[in-house]
């Protein structure tokens, strides 16, 4: 049983990155240097030191971290109030886990003035956690397992018995090493990353995990999202657990339409001179991915846009459930998937998955899979 949460705070609950680095180019500029966002990209998530000094040599400078550090926090808040810093799901996360009487840590190698100071913007008091853990309670930073370890001992709990909340590679490694089960949010790494140095369970954002209000509704949506529950569905010849969903589905609607559009604007049609884009997003995992068409010399080679997302998903996740798909086009109206697509899509999709057409003027229009293919081929093996 999942007895507590350990979160990393910067990229998992609140969106300070950021903040840091335009405070941290303020300083930069206070003492005479120009620093630029690229500089301080490898130096983030380890802690205020590395973050400045790494900084700083990156940079050819000398200066004092105690300077550098009290500019920080002079300025951060100033910064910080003018954006809205609280990550989708962060709170409702929290306040569901009080609720289920699960522990809740803040495992967050930054200073402890700042976990307070980022938890008041996210409009969370300091009450609403149980125990806040900073860089400065530990001596070795993530990827080593302190600060985790130090957590779990305060609250009485074996590794397993607390998720550990985290988006990067380091702060996977730290929650690992502790022993504990590491669920990830793909904010600052993708997913394969993500799985391939160790995460249990990989999420879009935190809002992907649906409400409970006690330890055993967690624990069976935790079974759900780790591939060890009684619940998979089978989609095309793979079985696959489905998210509840998660967030809004207006989110889920929004961002699936921008990555569409993102992949449009790559598409490489030089014969048609026609571009579509499409995204899908993973009924397992939340996540969403995308494709352009992709023409050839030999017209009828043409990937479509569909085909190309799907093909993506599949190569990063080696199944997949499509709970929605998005098309955009400049057409109007906006283009629906070719027949051979729609037989593609069968293979992955539900009858009832949500496919949205969305053309450049801006109109939208909402199917449902079997809508648009009512009878797909199903090969004799696979019926049910
Ligand atoms: N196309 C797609 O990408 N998806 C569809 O479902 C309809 C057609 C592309 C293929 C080709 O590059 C161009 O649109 C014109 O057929």
Redesign the pocket.
């Known amino acids: 049983m999942i007895k507590a949460f350990l979160f990393d705070m910067d990229g998992v609950l609140a969106d300070t990155e950021d903040i840091s680095i335009a405070v941290g180019i303020e300083y930069f500029g206070s003492v005479g240097r120009k620093a630029e966002k690229s500089h301080f990209e490898s130096h983030l998530g380890m802690g205020e030191y590395e973050f400045f000094m790494g900084t700083a040599r990156e940079l050819g400078l000398s200066i004092s971290y105690k300077d550098a550090s009290i500019f920080f926090k002079d300025h951060y808040e100033d910064i910080a109030k003018k954006k809205k810093i609280v990550l989708p799901g962060a709170v409702e996360l929290i306040q569901n886990a009080r609720k289920a009487g699960i522990k809740i840590a803040i495992c967050s190698s930054a200073p402890e003035w700042k976990v307070y100071k980022n938890l008041e913007l996210m409009g969370l008091s300091p009450e609403s956690v149980d125990y806040v853990v900073s860089g400065a309670d530990v001596k070795r930073s993530k990827p080593n397992p302190d600060i985790y370890q130090l957590a779990l001992i305060r609250f009485g709990l074996a590794g397993d018995e607390a998720l550990v909340f985290e988006d990067t590679v380091g702060g996977i490694n730290a929650g690992k090493n502790a022993g504990c089960p590491v669920c990830s949010v793909t904010n600052t790494i993708n997913s394969e990353k993500a799985f391939s140095v160790g995460a249990d369970i990989v999420i879009s954002d935190l809002s992907a995990i649906p409400a409970f209000s006690t330890m055993e509704e967690f624990w069976n949506i935790y079974k759900d999202y780790s591939g060890i529950s009684s619940d998979a569905v089978l989609y095309g010849a793979g079985y696959i657990t489905p998210l509840k969903r998660k967030l809004p589905d207006v989110y889920v609607e929004k961002n699936a339409i921008e990555a569409a559009w993102k992949a449009w604007d790559n598409a490489y049609?030089p014969y048609?001179k026609?571009k579509?884009g499409?995204a899908v997003v993973s009924a397992a995992t939340g996540r969403i991915y995308s494709g352009c068409?992709v023409?050839n010399s030999s017209y009828g080679a043409?990937i479509?846009?569909?085909r190309n997302a799907i093909t993506t998903a599949i190569a990063a996740e080696g199944k997949l459930g499509i709970d929605m798909l998005v098309?955009v086009s400049d057409d109007d109206p906006p283009?629906?998937?070719?027949a051979v697509?729609l037989q593609v899509i069968a293979e992955f999709a539900k009858p009832d998955s949500e496919v949205i057409l969305v053309s450049l003027a801006g109109k939208k229009y909402k199917y449902k899979f079997s809508e648009l293919l009512p009878k797909p081929f199903v090969f004799p093996t696979m019926r049910n």
């Open positions: 049609s048609s026609f579509v499409a068409n023409e043409t479509c846009a569909e098309v283009a629906p998937p070719c697509c």
